[in-house]
């Protein structure tokens, strides 16, 4: 198994806890109406889009 074939799957990994993340605040900020789980959700966008970054990164063969 290569580095990239490893780094690209670290960066699905993290792409796909960001989708939980984001569906499980999206899913109690809708329930309880409190922002912090609106704030959460937000953060799990981000942290989605940090592992897209991250796995086209290393499909151009860069660094991560």
Known sequence: MSAS???ERGALIVVFV???LTLAA???AS???EPLWRWLATGGVLVQVIGWVR???ARRGGAV
Request: proline share 0%.
């Open 26 to 28: 999206a899913g109690l």
């Open 31 to 33: 329930l309880l109406d």
């Open 5 to 7: 074939i490893t780094s």
């Open 55 to 57: 796995y086209s990164s």
């Open 18 to 20: 960001g989708i939980a």
